[in-house]
């Protein structure tokens, strides 16, 4: 299910992926969301190549893109491995809610 969202909707697997690993399979806060990092990197390398094989990829950008995520995923990551549980899966949740009403204006 999260690689065919993950296809859909980008990076949209995890945001079902960490919740479902935190309620159904018990995992910790912090692990869950390195679980679904892992899963992503294939996932994520599929829907490049698709992507890019129908012409929607411009390099560019994208490279400028990936270059901004890779300087500042480990501050994120330390951040969250500092934080409280319960305040990093608030913090999750204001995420979620917040990228919802985002799509929901746009459209």
């Known amino acids: 299910m999260a690689g065919a969202l993950s296809g859909l909707f980008a990076v ?3 945001l079902v992926s960490v919740p479902l690993l935190e309620r159904v ?3 910790p806060q912090q692990r869950a969301p390195a679980m679904v990092l892992l899963m992503l990197v294939p996932v994520s390398a599929i829907g490049l190549a698709v992507y890019s094989s129908a012409g929607y990829v411009r390099w560019d950008d994208a490279l400028a893109l990936a270059l901004g995520a890779v300087v500042l995923a480990p501050l994120g990551t330390r951040t969250a491995l500092v934080m409280k549980p319960r305040l990093l899966m608030r913090c999750f949740a204001l995420v979620q ?3 919802g009403l985002l799509l929901v204006a746009g459209s």
């Open 12 to 14: 949209g697997g995890a």
């Open 25 to 27: 399979a018990g995992y």
């Open 97 to 99: 809610a917040g990228a």
